[in-house]
């Protein structure tokens, strides 16, 4: 048997961060964490930011607690939330902390962005969804204010580019974080210069581009000497956290393959990233009116999919609850919800006021009002509201899904932490009328590893680290249920949407399609 292939995973979150180490026998594949830390925004004056140093510093204690155990790494790999990025100098050197895609910066840039560069041009060309976050946005923001910045930079590194830059002094784009940004050409796979022209973004500052599963270079000297580690190699596994989920898809659990038509994805967490795997991009105006992206995945693959509101509506809720001297965990706000009355009022996830902190359950309750639906009273009549919404905005998206791919959808497999909530697993299932399949909750993780030891020749194919994620991992399986009831919601939380759109413009200045 051949020995035991060892990859650090460093798998960053919008909240949360985690060094995860991944033995890999060759069969299986088993997760350590080694060491945990918190993430967030950090705001300075008007703007927030990201501390990408202490990130870093995160960073070398997870490979130092690997030193420390003298645990031989194979390889080290970090994956990320999409489109921020840093700026550096030709000497190297971080020109500003990097931007949050949170912050209020890009706010109006749409209007600009079409000024220079028509909607559907930028569509056809990048085929990514339109959302003020994306890195084109923030960097026409850049260009317009009084900062300086794009003239005094060499390079732009997306977030797990920088890291890994840090970690080796070699500078590269992976190629899933780089379609994140609206600024790769969907079908080329290379940087779309004329346009960065016109919105007068410098195109020297992208930088070379990697694919998944590739070799950046060694640990540099001063880390390995900082964190005790022997020599190793970090690797480029898939930038994107979604893209090391969706890798870690165990779609063989029901007899599929890689490039198998009936199973659609849920990447569940902050965001819920849901979509279906393609071998090329489709970028008609269907697919804009749909407000469907595609993103780089891994071996070629397209990740057609819909970025929604995911779990980040209960994490708000929760906050602000505790901040009101109610505590209570994200498992306990499930059982609430659970003992609530089903059906009853149903919100639009991705309305653009939701984007924000704030006092999410007033928002909620006066979301409903607004649209004529009875106000949610209790804690678990919110949570309740909104679990079963983001259920059927699913469904919303999965229709849009299979009408401009022409397939039917009979499986949806549902990764990330979100599968820790069961009822919502469940109403999912309920809301779509199809088999939902729960696990694992650490795909990213899972991915990330296991496309380092493709990097390292452990693993042939993105089939067979389907096969691996498989064998590996306990699954769950959810039937739907009442699907008379279930009908009726779909016709009123199609109201609900339609309401929104008729209110206001949403993202990407153009109005989604109802099925």
């Not at 990740?303 to 994490?315: C, E, I």
């Not at 999912?428 to 650490?442: F, N, S, W």
Request: proline residues 5%.
């Amino acid at each position: 048997m051949a020995a035991t292939c060892n990859t650090l995973a460093f798998d960053l979150g919008a909240s949360s961060g985690r060094a995860i180490l991944g033995r890999f026998d060759g069969e299986r594949l088993t997760l350590e964490e080694v060491h945990r830390f918190e993430n967030g925004p950090v705001r300075i004056l008007d703007h927030l930011y990201w501390d990408a140093p202490r990130l870093l510093q995160e960073i070398k204690t997870g490979l130092a607690t690997c030193g420390a155990q003298g645990i031989a790494l194979d390889g080290v790999g970090i994956d990320t939330w999409g489109v921020d990025f840093g700026l550096l100098s030709a000497a190297g050197e971080l020109l500003d902390l990097p931007g949050h895609y949170r912050d209020a910066r890009t706010r109006g840039m749409f209007a600009e962005a079409f000024r220079r560069a028509a909607r559907e041009e930028i569509y056809t060309r990048t085929g990514i969804q339109f959302m003020e976050l994306n890195t084109l946005y923030q960097l026409l923001a850049l260009r317009l204010g009084p900062s300086r910045l794009l003239d005094e930079a060499e390079t732009l590194l997306f977030m797990p580019d920088l890291l890994s830059y840090w970690l080796t002094g070699q500078r590269r784009s992976e190629r899933t974080i780089a379609s994140t940004s609206q600024l790769l050409d969907a079908r080329t796979g290379t940087w779309v210069r004329d346009l960065l022209d016109r919105l007068d973004i410098p195109a020297r500052i992208m930088p070379p581009i990697a694919d998944p599963a590739t070799p950046i270079g060694p640990l540099h000297e001063s880390v390995l000497d900082e964190t005790g580690l022997q020599p190793t190699s970090v690797i480029a596994p898939a930038g994107h956290d979604t893209a090391c989920a969706v890798a870690a898809v165990p779609c063989v659990a029901t007899g599929a393959r890689t490039g198998s038509d009936d199973w659609a994805y849920i990447s569940s967490g902050t965001w819920s990233l849901v979509g279906v795997e393609l071998d090329r991009p489709i970028t008609t105006a269907d697919a804009l009116a749909a407000d469907f992206t595609n993103e780089a995945g891994v071996a070629g693959t397209i990740r057609f999919l819909s970025n929604l509101t995911g779990l980040w509506l209960v994490q708000e809720c929760r906050r602000t609850w505790a901040a009101q001297g109610r505590t209570c965990s994200f498992a306990e706000l499930a059982d609430m919800a659970a003992t609530a009355p089903p059906r009853v009022s149903f919100i639009d996830p991705d309305w653009p006021r939701f984007a924000s902190p704030g006092d999410m359950p007033r928002l909620i309750r006066d979301r409903c009002a607004a649209t004529d639906q009875p106000v949610p009273q209790t804690d678990g009549q919110v949570i309740r509201c909104v679990l079963e919404s983001l259920a059927l905005k699913v469904d919303h998206v999965l229709r849009a899904a299979e009408r401009l791919t022409g397939r039917t959808i009979r499986v949806v497999h549902i990764v990330g932490g979100g599968i820790n909530n069961r009822l919502l697993c469940q109403l999912t299932a309920d809301a779509t009328g199809k088999q939902v399949i729960a696990g694992p909750a650490e795909a990213t993780a899972m991915g990330n590893c296991l496309l380092q030891a493709m990097a390292l020749g452990r693993v042939g194919s993105l089939d067979e680290i389907r096969q691996i994620v498989t064998r590996s991992t306990n699954l769950d399986r959810y039937e739907p249920r009442a699907p008379d009831d279930w009908a009726e919601a779909r016709r009123r939380f199609a109201a609900v949407l339609t309401a929104d759109e008729t209110e206001q413009e949403p993202r990407g200045g153009h109005r989604p399609r109802t099925n």
